[in-house]
């Protein structure tokens, strides 16, 4: 027998109650996804045991802070900001830097799924814009792979050991101008917004984004050698890898020069960095650090009652950070 359909009301305005609508918005307030589900799932079967099948937003919400304050307390008070926020203007944009092979762009897809953002950029995408735009004689070191940069294509006097960190500083610097674009237009239009890439170096990102409460800006790192080196196997047989894993084995050196650079720009920027060992605790993690972000931007949002359950169509913001593990 099919579910009898529950209407929530808010303000004259009716829409059927849905459980998956109410698991997202408890997840962006950094709930974690089993504990959304449940507690969504727990109010609609009460409702329903009730018979009551229309309902006030209001009442809904009061038993979901009923439920989550049980389980997490700090997640009540965020899921109020996130309330606050669902109408005002103010963009989140997150940005997740990191190594090739440590999951930027897994994380990045998932993040945006579980703060319904709508919009993810890779760092490697601008990059190929800016190939197309700039010949190989005029600008070689962006027609080559970070960790394929040798010192001719520097153009300058260095060592050979230091010719692909000095390249990947100089690449990531002219990919960060098409960076600052994005951005910029996300933050003048409100459009919430993943970036993610190799090429997000704390020290290299624009300064202005590292303290702009609108920005979250964080790396992914993988300490283990040997994990970081078993990622890009398991992603071939996965995934269609653009290139075999031994040709990134072959260049693992270079790879973890540029992997370490990263994380010790992070500690000189005191910016978030985030060990990637498991995708769903890494996730969690990036979550929370945006949903504490949250209340500060939301301090600074308009106070308008905002539909929680009328359906989520707006994404969300980020944060500057401090060191932190996951797994």
Not at 14 to 25: H, W
Not at 48 to 54: D, G, I, L, V
Not at 220 to 240: K, P, Q, W
Not at 248 to 258: A, G
Request: proline share 4%; net charge neutral.
């Amino acid at each position: 027998m099919a579910e009898r359909e529950i209407t929530i009301v808010k303000g004259g305005r009716q829409t059927p109650f849905s459980r998956g609508i109410l698991a997202q918005t408890l997840a962006q307030a950094g709930a974690g996804p089993e504990m959304a589900h449940q507690i969504a799932s727990e109010v609609r079967a009460e409702l329903a045991a009730e018979q009551r099948f229309t309902v006030e937003e209001e009442e809904v919400l009061a038993r979901v802070r009923e439920k989550l304050v049980k389980k997490d307390a700090i997640a009540v008070g965020r899921l109020d900001k996130w309330r606050i926020l669902r109408e005002s203007s103010e963009p989140v944009v997150v940005l997740i830097g990191g190594a090739t092979g440590v999951g930027t762009s897994t994380l990045a897809a998932d993040v945006a799924r579980r703060l319904n953002i709508q919009s993810v950029v890779g760092t490697d995408s601008i990059r190929e814009v800016l190939r197309h735009a700039i010949s190989p004689d005029l600008l070689p070191i962006l027609h080559k792979s970070s960790y394929e940069i040798k010192r001719q294509d520097v153009r300058v006097p260095v060592e050979e050991e230091e010719a692909v960190l000095f390249g990947f500083r100089e690449q990531a610097a002219r990919v960060s101008v098409g960076v600052e674009a994005i951005v910029d237009r996300g933050l003048k239009e409100g459009t919430n917004l993943v970036i993610e890439g190799v090429h997000l170096v704390p020290e290299i990102i624009p300064a202005r984004y590292l303290d702009h409460p609108n920005v979250c800006t964080l790396v992914v790192h993988l300490s283990d050698e040997n994990v970081h080196r078993s990622r890009f196997y398991i992603r071939a047989l996965g995934t269609a890898m653009r290139r075999p894993a031994e040709e990134y084995i072959s260049h693992f050196q270079q790879i973890r020069q540029i992997h370490d650079y990263i994380i010790e720009s992070a500690g000189r920027a005191r910016v978030n960095a985030v060990e990637n060992i498991s995708i769903e605790n890494t996730s969690d993690a990036v979550v929370e650090i945006v949903a504490n972000r949250v209340s500060g931007i939301a301090e600074r949002a308009e106070r308008r009652a905002s539909p929680l359950l009328m359906g989520v169509d707006t994404p969300r913001r980020g944060v500057p950070l401090s060191r932190t593990k996951s797994g």
